[in-house]
């Protein structure tokens, strides 16, 4: 066993020393030891129950002869982080995570590790450390929050949460509705209930091989949730006695499934630069190009919120994402022939599999769209691609040109916005919110659902080189490369430029000739820095383009 070097022999014995001190005895060092990586604390909604389905898995790997080990991951609520400088440390802690996971996980000798995530960073920072460490590893979620309930009996949810706050500021909400929101919005711990980026990369973590059944799904309240955790630290044990690891899952095929399954659900825009960061790790090149050609086939089956009135909750009554890819095996897109952590392939797998809900999850013969959730747009604009979720873009939006109204920074645009200076048919240009302008590529759920809640979604886009919620809604277009930090032409935009976005053809452009952008490029200077120390500065000046997922190099 892996664990040898730290619990067998005489020169391990200042290793079991340490061990001992512990608590652990001397039968529980002959067992495989079993790393788990708990992201719970009492800051972020999704993370307040890991404790007990941490608890859980511990049982599991005990029932099944192994000795767990706990240590922590952290977590940043992307919901408190936003809207102000703290959205800046939200992407960045995927790195953190990666590393002291594979820090934590190497040097300590473990057999096996288990995963115990649930919110937007920790998914896919944990899958890039369980990549890098590429020893025997399960996944295990917290769970999506249930939906809340308004007292009209409308269900609702976090990005409600913050279009409230837009139709206030229009006086279309008054203080008592606004209360009201504030009260019912989130009513349990868990992930937010729509699919959100939290919620995407949990059920793309089901879609890629690296989690059981209901990962992505099973409420974080029922108590299911704790039955699939035990199950989960039992099948970690059989990982490790077979050694099946994750780079042995996580194949080309594995990650063009997950690609296929995002853009069947409507997933979050994020998916867009965690696929590729997590796929460079198992040594794998993901492209934007490769998503719009997936996309291009792959029919649009589900629409929760924010792109409908559904929740994850109502997912899993319709099957889950096992029933989303049943649906798609039926026109063969899918690989089934791959390896999971079932020890079972995707094709044994989904044997019985029924989609219980057609009117949640369409049938593929009756897709909302016969092209994917997601798009990834091209022009002079975005010369090396941007992002949109198509399946959230009301019909209206899918073309539209408009005269580009410019802000250096979101609060610059947040405060335009509430003050009622953005107009039906503006497009929004937000920049020097990228990965290395930001730094950290700060989400922009503050001005777009600001947006909605005025009741312009279907009138306004919005264009950054930031990126946004997978709660945003409407026509907002962001990850656009390269950004402005970068030279970039979207640095080089001036108030009243016309931009063309359509959606449907994957193009954007900004109607000012090539030899006006070549005067204007040559006056142009990159603004200072905005964080000249610490970690954010840091990672400004490693980290790579957003169209390769954002990766430090």
């Known amino acids: 066993m892996r664990s040898d070097s730290v619990t067998r022999g005489i020169p391990a014995a200042p290793n079991r020393s340490l061990f001992y001190a512990l608590g652990y005895t001397k039968e529980e060092l002959e067992r495989p030891l079993i790393g788990i990586a708990s992201s719970y604390n009492e800051i972020v909604p999704g993370h307040m129950n890991l404790d007990k389905i941490t608890e859980a898995v511990k049982a599991g790997v005990r029932m099944a002869g192994g000795t767990p080990i706990v240590f922590p991951a952290i977590a940043v609520c992307d919901g408190i982080a936003m809207g102000h400088q703290g959205m800046k440390y939200s992407l960045v802690t995927r790195d953190l995570i990666a590393d002291s996971t594979e820090a934590m996980a190497l040097a300590h000798a473990f057999d096996g590790l288990v995963m115990v995530p649930n919110c937007d960073k920790n998914v896919p920072g944990l899958l890039?450390?369980?990549?890098?460490?590429?020893?025997?590893?399960?996944?295990?979620?917290?769970?999506?929050?249930?939906?809340?309930?308004?007292?009209?009996?409308q269900r609702t949810c976090l990005s409600h949460m913050f279009e409230a706050v837009g139709a206030h500021y229009a006086g279309r909400l008054s203080d008592a509705g606004l209360e009201e929101y504030e009260n019912c919005a989130c009513p349990t711990c868990g992930s937010c209930?729509?699919?959100?980026?939290?919620?995407?990369?949990?059920?793309?973590?089901e879609a890629i091989g690296m989690g059981l059944r209901g990962n992505g799904t099973i409420p974080a309240v029922w108590s299911a949730r704790l039955r699939l955790a035990k199950h989960a630290g039992m099948q970690v044990m059989e990982l490790v006695k077979r050694d099946l690891k994750p780079r042995d899952i996580m194949t080309k095929a594995a990650f063009h499934n997950a690609e296929t399954v995002d853009m069947a659900l409507g997933c979050s825009t994020n998916t867009m630069l965690h696929l590729p960061a997590i796929a460079h790790e198992c040594g794998i090149e993901l492209d934007l190009d490769m998503s719009n050609a997936i996309s291009s086939h792959t029919p649009n089956l589900c629409h929760l919120a924010p792109a409908?009135?559904?929740?994850?909750e109502d997912l899993e009554h319709a099957g889950g994402v096992y029933a989303v890819m049943?649906?798609?095996?039926?026109?063969?897109?899918?690989?089934?022939?791959?390896?999971?952590?079932?020890?079972?392939?995707?094709?044994?797998?989904?044997?019985?599999?029924?989609?219980?809900?057609?009117?949640?999850?369409?049938?593929?013969?009756?897709?909302?769209?016969?092209?994917?959730?997601?798009?990834?747009?091209?022009?002079?604009?975005?010369?090396?691609?941007?992002?949109?979720?198509?399946?959230?873009?009301?019909?209206?939006m899918m073309t539209h040109t408009g005269p580009a109204r410019v802000f250096d920074s979101e609060e610059e645009a947040i405060a335009a916005i509430y003050a009622g200076k953005i107009v039906a048919g503006d497009v929004v240009v937000i920049r020097y919110e990228g990965p290395k302008g930001g730094p950290g590529m700060r989400e922009m759920l503050n001005p777009t659902s600001a947006i909605a809640g005025m009741g312009l979604d279907k009138e306004v886009a919005l264009i950054t080189d930031g990126r946004f919620s997978g709660a945003t809604r409407g026509a907002s277009i962001g990850h656009v490369c390269p950004e402005a930090a970068q030279g970039g032409v979207i640095g080089l935009v001036e108030e009243g430029d016309s931009i063309s976005i359509d959606i449907p053809h994957c193009s954007i452009t900004?109607?000012?000739?090539?030899?006006?952008?070549?005067?204007?490029?040559?006056?142009?200077?990159?603004?200072?820095?905005?964080?000249?120390?610490?970690?954010?500065?840091?990672?400004?000046?490693?980290?790579?383009?957003?169209?390769?997922?954002?990766?430090?190099?």
């Open 128 to 153: 890039m450390a369980a990549a890098r460490v590429n020893i025997p590893t399960i996944f295990c979620s917290g769970g999506p929050m249930l939906a809340g309930k308004l007292q009209s009996g």
């Open 193 to 205: 209930s729509g699919m959100y980026t939290a919620n995407s990369m949990n059920c793309l973590t």
């Open 308 to 312: 409908g009135e559904t929740y994850m």
């Open 326 to 396: 049943k649906e798609l095996t039926k026109k063969g897109l899918l690989d089934t022939a791959v390896m999971t952590v079932t020890g079972r392939t995707l094709e044994e797998n989904l044997e019985g599999v029924e989609n219980l809900d057609s009117a949640l999850i369409r049938p593929i013969e009756n897709p909302y769209s016969p092209d994917g959730g997601i798009a990834v747009l091209k022009g002079n604009l975005a010369s090396e691609g941007c992002v949109v979720k198509r399946s959230a873009v009301a019909a209206e």
């Open 510 to 553: 900004l109607h000012v000739d090539d030899a006006v952008l070549a005067d204007r490029r040559a006056k142009w200077v990159c603004p200072e820095p905005k964080v000249k120390t610490g970690y954010l500065a840091r990672y400004a000046k490693y980290v790579t383009s957003a169209a390769r997922g954002a990766v430090l190099e």
